[in-house]
C-alpha cells in the first residue's frame, strides 16, 4: 500500500524517555476522535435531533458532515511548524527531512497554535479547489461556521483566515511547504472518501448550515479520543487503511463513552405522580395536573404560581416528558443562589434514579459534587504530559474538569446557579462547551424574577441561543409582572396577548416557530385561599427598635420560630450581635459573607432546624438576608421583614406558616411585620433594590391592606400595579426622578451586556471570579479569599498551607474558602488576578483581621466577614 503522506505527522507524542510508544499517527487520532462523536451521535437523539433540525438534511447526510468536520479539527497539526514541537517523533516518520531546510526560530515552533491557524491554512488550500475569492464568498461562508466550530476546540471559535498563516519561503524551502500542503490535501481527499461519498456527497457541495452545538460537541468528543489509556485509544505507528482502523476506534470509542458516564439513559415516562413524595393520598395538583396536556414539542415554556404549589415537580416531570420523546438528553436546573442550588440538589437525588437509568450523574455546580469516576479519570490522566504542552486535549480536559461548576453541564441532571448558564454568552473560553451542555438539555431556570436588568440582558440571549440549539427552557416564577412576561416570549418569537386581568396560575408555552398557547387551571384545581396578616411599621433606616426586639425575644420565648430578614449584611451582623447580648434565646445568624465551606454548614443547620422536619423543641430566632427568600422550604411561626418590591416580598411570605403543624400560642395565624421608612429616603435600600419606585409602591399597597394580604389574588392584583410603566399620579417627585435615573441604568445595563456578549476582547479565563465579575452588574462580584500568612507561606484560616493542598482538588478547596463581596469593596482592597482577591489576614483567637486603608475587616464562623469604617456604611449581602 503507498504510503500516504499524512502518515509522515504525529498527533500525539510523548515526551522522551516515557514509556509507550512514541506518537500516535494523526490521521489516527483525528479518527479516534471522530469515532467518538460518530458512537455519541447514535447513543443521544437530542444530538441527533439537533444537527438534523440545522442542517435540514438526513440524519445519515447530517452526521457524515459532522464527522468530516470533526475530523479536520487538528488540521493546523499538519505542519512542520507544529511538527517540530516533537523533533525525534519527525525523525522517525519523515526521515529524508533535511532540517537544514527550514529556518523556524523557537519562537515559531512554540507560538504556533495548530487550531486557528489549522482554521486559516485550510481556507488558503481549498481556496482554488472550492472557488471562494473576495468576489465571492458564498461557499466560504457555508465552510466557515463549521471549521472555527471544530478549529476553536482548544477554548476560542477563530473568526477570519489570517493571510500570513501559511510557512513563507523565507522560513522554509519550497519542498517543505509542498509537503504539508500535499499531506493536507490528502487528507481532506480521505474524510471526503470515508465519510461524505458514502452519504452521496463531496466537499464540492457546500455544507448545510451548522448546528450551534458541534463546537462543545467537537471539544469534548476531543478530550475523550484523546485518552491514552490502556484499553483505550492507545498510540499506534503502524500504517493501515483508514476504513479498518477507523472500526477499531469505533468500538473502543463504544467502551469509552459508555465507561464516562456522558450518555443518558431515560427511564420510560411515568407520570407525575412518580415524583410525588411517597405519603397517602399524594395525586397531581393544580399545575401538575396540566403536565400531560403540555405539547411534546421543544419550546420555552414560563410557569407562573404560588410557592408551594408544585412548580418543580411539574417543571421536573414535563422535563421528562420531553426527554422520553428523545427531544434532549438531560437536564441543567439554574438557581439564584448557593443556598436554593444545595437545597434543589436534595430534592433531585430522589427524582434522579427515577427519571434515568445507570447511577445518573447528579452535579451540583458547587462543592466537592462527584462526577463519574471513569469520566473523571480523564482528569487524573493530565500528569502524563506531551510535547503539546498547554495545547493538549487531555490536559485541557483537566482543566475545564477541575472545578464542579464546569463539570454541571456533563451530567445528566446538573444543578447550578444562574451565573454558570449565563457565562455560556460571554468571551470567555471554552464556553461553548457549557453551549453543548445546555443545548443537548432541558434547561430550567427557577425564581426568573430575582435577576436585574443587566443579568435579563444575558438571561434573553441564553433562550435565542437554545432556541437556535434546537433545546427547551423551562422558567419558573411565583408571578412576573406583564412586560417581563411579554420580554420573555419574546426572545422566541412569541406573543402574549396584553388582559385587563390575566389568568394565575398560568403556564405559557412558545414552540421553535412562536406559535404561543396558554394553559390555565380548572376551577376545581385552584390554590387555596390565603389570608396573612400584615403589620406595617415605620422606622428609621427599616432598623429593629428597642421594643422590636424585645418582642421578638418574648416570642421565641414562647415557643415562636421567628425570622427577620434583612436586605443588608452588615444589619443581620449587628442584629444577631444585639439580640445575643440581650437574651439567651438561640439566634442564628445566615447570609452571603461566609467562606463558603462555612456558609453550606450553616445553611444545612438552617434547614434541619426551621425546615420542613425541624426539631422545635424550643424557640428560636433566625436572622437572614435575601439567601432565604428563594426556593428554601423554611417555616416559621412570626416573620419580620425590612421593606422589599413587592415580588420578593410575596417569596419572603412564602416561608411564613409554609406548612401545616402545630403553633405556639398567639401564633396561629400567619402574621408578617414589615418595616417602612418613616420618611421616603430609601438609603442603601434603594441602592440595592435601584427603583425606588418599586419601593414606594410596595410601601403604600401594604398601607392600603387594612392589615391583610389575600393570596393568590395578591400575585397578579399587587404586582401588575407596583410594576405598571404608567404613573400613579401621586408618587413623590424624588420616587418619580429617581424611578427615570434607575430606567436609565437599566437601559444601559441591558445594553452593556448586549455589548459584551459582542464584543470581539481576548476571551477571558474561565475562574469563578470572572464567572462572577462578568456575570453580575456591580453587586456582588467580587470573591476574596482569606488567608494567613505563616513562615512556610499562605495557609487556609483552617491552616491547610495552600501550597500543600491536593493538586487536583486545589481549585475546588480554594472556592470553598472564597468569600462573595459587593464591588463597592474594591476601593479598599488590592488587586486581584483573574476575579480573585487574597487578603491577608492576622489569626485573633477565633477571628482573622487586618486593617487595609481605614477599613478594619474581619472574619469569624459565627458572623462572617465584617467591615468596619468610621461611617455607618452598609452593603448588600
Not at 463504544?254 to 464516562?260: I, K, N
Not at 414589615?674 to 399597597?701: C, E, F, K, P, S
Not at 492576622?842 to 466577614?865: D, F, M, Q, R, W
Given at each position: 500500500?503507498?504510503?500516504?503522506?499524512?502518515?509522515?505527522?504525529?498527533?500525539k507524542?510523548?515526551?522522551?524517555?516515557?514509556?509507550?510508544?512514541?506518537?500516535?499517527?494523526?490521521p489516527y487520532h483525528?479518527l479516534d476522535v471522530?469515532?467518538?462523536?460518530?458512537v455519541?451521535?447514535?447513543?443521544a437523539?437530542?444530538?441527533?435531533?439537533?444537527?438534523?433540525?440545522a442542517?435540514?438534511?438526513s440524519?445519515?447526510?447530517?452526521?457524515?458532515?459532522?464527522?468530516?468536520?470533526?475530523?479536520?479539527?487538528?488540521?493546523?497539526?499538519?505542519?512542520?511548524?507544529?511538527?517540530?514541537?516533537?523533533?525525534t517523533?519527525?525523525?522517525?516518520?519523515?526521515?529524508e527531512?533535511?532540517?537544514?531546510?527550514?529556518?523556524f526560530?523557537?519562537?515559531?515552533?512554540?507560538?504556533?497554535?495548530?487550531?486557528?491557524?489549522g482554521?486559516?491554512?485550510?481556507?488558503?488550500?481549498?481556496?482554488s479547489?472550492?472557488?471562494w475569492?473576495?468576489?465571492?464568498?458564498?461557499?466560504?461562508n457555508?465552510?466557515?461556521?463549521?471549521?472555527?466550530?471544530?478549529?476553536?476546540?482548544?477554548?476560542?471559535?477563530?473568526?477570519?483566515?489570517?493571510?500570513?498563516?501559511e510557512?513563507?519561503?523565507?522560513?522554509a524551502?519550497?519542498?517543505?511547504?509542498?509537503?504539508?500542503r500535499?499531506?493536507r490535501?490528502?487528507?481532506?481527499?480521505?474524510l471526503?472518501?470515508l465519510?461524505l461519498?458514502?452519504?452521496?456527497?463531496s466537499?464540492e457541495?457546500?455544507?448545510?448550515?451548522c448546528?450551534?452545538?458541534?463546537a462543545?460537541?467537537?471539544?469534548?468528543?476531543?478530550?475523550?479520543?484523546?485518552?491514552s489509556?490502556?484499553?483505550?485509544?492507545?498510540?499506534?505507528?503502524k500504517?493501515?487503511?483508514?476504513?479498518?482502523?477507523?472500526?477499531?476506534?469505533?468500538?473502543?470509542a463504544?467502551?469509552?463513552?459508555?465507561?464516562?458516564?456522558?450518555?443518558?439513559?431515560?427511564r420510560?415516562?411515568?407520570?407525575?405522580?412518580?415524583?410525588?413524595?411517597?405519603?397517602?393520598?399524594?395525586?397531581?395538583k393544580q399545575?401538575?395536573t396540566l403536565?400531560d396536556?403540555?405539547?411534546?414539542?421543544?419550546?420555552?415554556?414560563?410557569i407562573?404560581?404560588?410557592?408551594?404549589s408544585?412548580?418543580t415537580?411539574?417543571?421536573?416531570?414535563?422535563?421528562?416528558?420531553l426527554?422520553?420523546e428523545?427531544l434532549?438528553?438531560?437536564?441543567?436546573?439554574?438557581?439564584?443562589?448557593?443556598?436554593?442550588?444545595?437545597?434543589?440538589l436534595?430534592r433531585?437525588?430522589a427524582?434522579a434514579p427515577?427519571?434515568?437509568?445507570?447511577?445518573?450523574?447528579l452535579?451540583?455546580?458547587h462543592?466537592?459534587s462527584?462526577?463519574?469516576?471513569?469520566f473523571?479519570?480523564?482528569k487524573?490522566?493530565?500528569?502524563?504530559?506531551?510535547?503539546?504542552?498547554?495545547?493538549?486535549?487531555r490536559?485541557q480536559?483537566?482543566e475545564?474538569l477541575?472545578?464542579?461548576?464546569k463539570?454541571t453541564f456533563?451530567?445528566q441532571?446538573?444543578?447550578c446557579?444562574?451565573?454558570?448558564?449565563?457565562i455560556?454568552?460571554?468571551?470567555?473560553?471554552h464556553?461553548?462547551?457549557?453551549?453543548?451542555?445546555?443545548g443537548?438539555?432541558?434547561?430550567?431556570?427557577?425564581?426568573?424574577?430575582?435577576?436585574?436588568?443587566?443579568?435579563?440582558?444575558?438571561?434573553?440571549?441564553?433562550?435565542?441561543?437554545?432556541?437556535?440549539?434546537?433545546?427547551s427552557?423551562?422558567?419558573?416564577?411565583?408571578?412576573?409582572?406583564?412586560?417581563?412576561r411579554?420580554?420573555?416570549?419574546?426572545?422566541?418569537?412569541?406573543?402574549?396577548?396584553h388582559?385587563?386581568?390575566p389568568?394565575?396560575?398560568?403556564?405559557?408555552?412558545?414552540d421553535?416557530r412562536?406559535k404561543t398557547?396558554?394553559?390555565?387551571?380548572?376551577?376545581t384545581?385552584?390554590?387555596?385561599?390565603?389570608?396573612?396578616?400584615?403589620?406595617?411599621?415605620?422606622k428609621?433606616?427599616?432598623?429593629?427598635?428597642?421594643?422590636l426586639?424585645?418582642?421578638?425575644?418574648?416570642?421565641?420565648?414562647?415557643?415562636?420560630q421567628?425570622?427577620f430578614?434583612c436586605?443588608l449584611?452588615d444589619v443581620a451582623?449587628t442584629?444577631?450581635?444585639?439580640?445575643?447580648?440581650?437574651?439567651?434565646?438561640?439566634?442564628?445568624?445566615?447570609h452571603?459573607r461566609?467562606?463558603?465551606?462555612?456558609r453550606q454548614?450553616?445553611e444545612?443547620?438552617?434547614?434541619?432546624?426551621?425546615g420542613?422536619?425541624?426539631k422545635?423543641?424550643?424557640?428560636?430566632?433566625?436572622?437572614a438576608?435575601?439567601?432565604?427568600?428563594?426556593?428554601?422550604?423554611?417555616?416559621?411561626?412570626?416573620m419580620?421583614?425590612?421593606?422589599c418590591?413587592?415580588?420578593?416580598?410575596?417569596?419572603?411570605?412564602?416561608?411564613?406558616h409554609?406548612?401545616k403543624?402545630?403553633r405556639?400560642p398567639?401564633?396561629?395565624?400567619?402574621?408578617?411585620?414589615?418595616?417602612?421608612?418613616?420618611?421616603?429616603?430609601?438609603g442603601?435600600?434603594?441602592?440595592?433594590?435601584g427603583?425606588?419606585r418599586v419601593l414606594?409602591?410596595t410601601?403604600?399597597?401594604l398601607?392600603?391592606a387594612?392589615?391583610?394580604i389575600?393570596?393568590?389574588?395578591?400575585?397578579r392584583?399587587?404586582i401588575?400595579?407596583?410594576?405598571?410603566?404608567e404613573g400613579?399620579?401621586?408618587?413623590?417627585?424624588?420616587?418619580?426622578?429617581s424611578?427615570e435615573?434607575?430606567?436609565e441604568?437599566?437601559?444601559a445595563?441591558?445594553?452593556?451586556?448586549?455589548?459584551?456578549?459582542?464584543s470581539d476582547v481576548?476571551?477571558?479565563s474561565?475562574t469563578?471570579?470572572?464567572?462572577?465579575?462578568?456575570t453580575?452588574d456591580?453587586?456582588m462580584s467580587l470573591?476574596l479569599?482569606?488567608?494567613?500568612?505563616?513562615k512556610?507561606?499562605?495557609?487556609?484560616?483552617?491552616?491547610?498551607?495552600?501550597k500543600?493542598?491536593?493538586?487536583?482538588?486545589?481549585?475546588e478547596?480554594?472556592?470553598?474558602?472564597?468569600?462573595?463581596?459587593?464591588?463597592?469593596?474594591r476601593k479598599?482592597?488590592?488587586?486581584?488576578?483573574n476575579?480573585?482577591?487574597?487578603?491577608?489576614?492576622?489569626?485573633?483567637?477565633?477571628?482573622?483581621k487586618?486593617?487595609?486603608k481605614?477599613v478594619?475587616?474581619?472574619?469569624?464562623?459565627?458572623?462572617?466577614l465584617e467591615?468596619e469604617?468610621?461611617t455607618?456604611e452598609?452593603?448588600?449581602?
Amino acid at each position: 500500500m503507498a504510503r500516504k503522506t499524512y502518515f509522515k505527522y504525529w498527533g500525539k507524542a510523548r515526551k522522551e524517555g516515557e514509556e509507550g510508544a512514541l506518537y500516535h499517527l494523526l490521521p489516527y487520532h483525528c479518527l479516534d476522535v471522530a469515532a467518538v462523536a460518530d458512537v455519541w451521535w447514535d447513543k443521544a437523539p437530542a444530538i441527533e435531533n439537533a444537527f438534523v433540525e440545522a442542517t435540514t438534511l438526513s440524519s445519515l447526510q447530517g452526521k457524515a458532515w459532522a464527522l468530516f468536520f470533526i475530523a479536520l479539527h487538528d488540521y493546523g497539526k499538519l505542519d512542520m511548524r507544529f511538527q517540530l514541537k516533537a523533533p525525534t517523533a519527525v525523525g522517525k516518520l519523515y526521515p529524508e527531512f533535511d532540517k537544514e531546510l527550514v529556518g523556524f526560530s523557537g519562537l515559531n515552533i512554540r507560538d504556533y497554535f495548530h487550531g486557528p491557524l489549522g482554521f486559516s491554512l485550510i481556507y488558503h488550500d481549498l481556496k482554488s479547489r472550492l472557488g471562494w475569492n473576495e468576489y465571492d464568498e458564498s461557499v466560504w461562508n457555508a465552510w466557515q461556521p463549521w471549521l472555527a466550530a471544530v478549529t476553536g476546540h482548544h477554548g476560542v471559535i477563530p473568526d477570519q483566515p489570517d493571510a500570513q498563516a501559511e510557512i513563507s519561503k523565507r522560513q522554509a524551502d519550497a519542498c517543505i511547504i509542498e509537503h504539508d500542503r500535499m499531506a493536507r490535501l490528502e487528507w481532506v481527499s480521505a474524510l471526503e472518501t470515508l465519510f461524505l461519498k458514502p452519504a452521496g456527497l463531496s466537499i464540492e457541495t457546500p455544507p448545510p448550515p451548522c448546528s450551534s452545538l458541534l463546537a462543545g460537541f467537537c471539544s469534548v468528543s476531543d478530550w475523550l479520543g484523546s485518552n491514552s489509556e490502556i484499553g483505550a485509544f492507545e498510540y499506534e505507528t503502524k500504517q493501515e487503511p483508514l476504513s479498518s482502523y477507523y472500526q477499531r476506534s469505533v468500538s473502543i470509542a463504544q467502551g469509552q463513552l459508555a465507561a464516562s458516564g456522558l450518555l443518558s439513559t431515560k427511564r420510560p415516562y411515568q407520570g407525575v405522580e412518580s415524583l410525588l413524595p411517597k405519603v397517602k393520598d399524594a395525586t397531581p395538583k393544580q399545575l401538575q395536573t396540566l403536565v400531560d396536556k403540555l405539547p411534546l414539542t421543544s419550546g420555552l415554556t414560563l410557569i407562573e404560581a404560588p410557592t408551594g404549589s408544585g412548580k418543580t415537580e411539574t417543571a421536573l416531570a414535563y422535563a421528562w416528558r420531553l426527554l422520553d420523546e428523545g427531544l434532549a438528553d438531560s437536564i441543567i436546573f439554574a438557581l439564584p443562589t448557593q443556598a436554593t442550588a444545595n437545597a434543589m440538589l436534595k430534592r433531585l437525588q430522589a427524582c434522579a434514579p427515577l427519571i434515568f437509568n445507570n447511577q445518573p450523574n447528579l452535579v451540583l455546580a458547587h462543592g466537592k459534587s462527584a462526577f463519574n469516576e471513569d469520566f473523571w479519570q480523564l482528569k487524573n490522566n493530565y500528569q502524563q504530559r506531551t510535547e503539546q504542552g498547554s495545547e493538549e486535549a487531555r490536559v485541557q480536559c483537566a482543566e475545564w474538569l477541575s472545578t464542579s461548576r464546569k463539570r454541571t453541564f456533563l451530567g445528566q441532571i446538573g444543578v447550578c446557579t444562574v451565573d454558570q448558564v449565563l457565562i455560556s454568552v460571554l468571551p470567555v473560553r471554552h464556553k461553548f462547551v457549557r453551549g453543548f451542555g445546555l443545548g443537548k438539555s432541558i434547561l430550567i431556570v427557577d425564581e426568573v424574577h430575582a435577576y436585574d436588568s443587566y443579568m435579563y440582558g444575558l438571561l434573553g440571549e441564553v433562550l435565542t441561543q437554545q432556541q437556535t440549539a434546537g433545546g427547551s427552557v423551562l422558567l419558573l416564577s411565583a408571578t412576573l409582572p406583564f412586560q417581563q412576561r411579554s420580554a420573555l416570549t419574546k426572545t422566541w418569537g412569541g406573543c402574549l396577548p396584553h388582559q385587563e386581568k390575566p389568568p394565575y396560575p398560568l403556564v405559557t408555552h412558545v414552540d421553535m416557530r412562536g406559535k404561543t398557547r396558554a394553559f390555565e387551571l380548572p376551577e376545581t384545581q385552584q390554590p387555596e385561599a390565603r389570608l396573612v396578616a400584615v403589620e406595617v411599621l415605620a422606622k428609621p433606616q427599616l432598623l429593629a427598635d428597642d421594643e422590636l426586639v424585645q418582642q421578638m425575644i418574648q416570642a421565641a420565648t414562647q415557643g415562636a420560630q421567628v425570622v427577620f430578614i434583612c436586605n443588608l449584611v452588615d444589619v443581620a451582623q449587628t442584629l444577631a450581635k444585639q439580640l445575643r447580648e440581650k437574651s439567651d434565646v438561640t439566634i442564628d445568624l445566615f447570609h452571603a459573607r461566609y467562606r463558603f465551606c462555612d456558609r453550606q454548614a450553616i445553611e444545612k443547620q438552617v434547614l434541619e432546624k426551621y425546615g420542613k422536619d425541624g426539631k422545635r423543641k424550643q424557640g428560636s430566632i433566625l436572622i437572614a438576608t435575601q439567601v432565604v427568600e428563594q426556593s428554601l422550604d423554611l417555616d416559621f411561626d412570626w416573620m419580620i421583614t425590612q421593606l422589599c418590591p413587592v415580588d420578593l416580598l410575596f417569596q419572603r411570605l412564602g416561608r411564613l406558616h409554609r406548612h401545616k403543624r402545630p403553633r405556639p400560642p398567639g401564633f396561629g395565624r400567619p402574621k408578617c411585620s414589615v418595616l417602612i421608612t418613616d420618611d421616603d429616603d430609601y438609603g442603601y435600600h434603594g441602592l440595592i433594590y435601584g427603583n425606588t419606585r418599586v419601593l414606594w409602591r410596595t410601601a403604600q399597597m401594604l398601607l392600603n391592606a387594612k392589615g391583610e394580604i389575600h393570596f393568590p389574588a395578591a400575585y397578579r392584583n399587587w404586582i401588575e400595579k407596583v410594576y405598571q410603566e404608567e404613573g400613579w399620579g401621586d408618587e413623590p417627585e424624588a420616587v418619580t426622578k429617581s424611578y427615570e435615573e434607575f430606567f436609565e441604568e437599566s437601559e444601559a445595563s441591558q445594553f452593556t451586556a448586549r455589548q459584551l456578549m459582542k464584543s470581539d476582547v481576548e476571551a477571558f479565563s474561565d475562574t469563578d471570579g470572572n464567572v462572577a465579575a462578568l456575570t453580575r452588574d456591580g453587586e456582588m462580584s467580587l470573591n476574596l479569599l482569606p488567608v494567613i500568612q505563616s513562615k512556610n507561606g499562605p495557609a487556609l484560616l483552617d491552616g491547610e498551607l495552600i501550597k500543600n493542598l491536593d493538586e487536583w482538588w486545589r481549585d475546588e478547596a480554594l472556592n470553598l474558602n472564597m468569600v462573595s463581596v459587593p464591588n463597592s469593596w474594591r476601593k479598599f482592597l488590592d488587586d486581584g488576578e483573574n476575579g480573585l482577591i487574597t487578603l491577608s489576614m492576622e489569626k485573633e483567637g477565633k477571628e482573622a483581621k487586618v486593617i487595609l486603608k481605614g477599613v478594619t475587616v474581619k472574619y469569624s464562623p459565627a458572623y462572617g466577614l465584617e467591615k468596619e469604617v468610621m461611617t455607618n456604611e452598609f452593603v448588600k449581602g
